[in-house]
């Protein structure tokens, strides 16, 4: 069974943006796809057993914030 959990994330304005949050996200455990919405800053996380912390720490160490 695949979780999906949506998060916003600050400063994330280009395609460029999306691409780096995007793959520092997919390295975190338990991810398997995500999403980035850019007019509304927000990236959709699917996988299972995907750790929240983890990725939380992914966009922040990509230079981003999450809320």
Not at 31 to 56: I, N, P
């Amino acid at each position: 069974m695949s979780d999906m959990n949506t998060y916003t994330v600050q400063g994330m304005t280009c395609s460029s943006c999306a691409t780096k949050v995007s793959t520092a996200v997919k390295q975190a455990a338990g991810v398997t796809g995500t999403d980035v919405e850019l007019d509304s800053g927000t990236l959709t996380v699917t996988g299972s057993e995907v750790d929240d912390a983890a990725v939380r720490t992914a966009i922040a160490d990509a230079g981003y914030r999450v809320h």
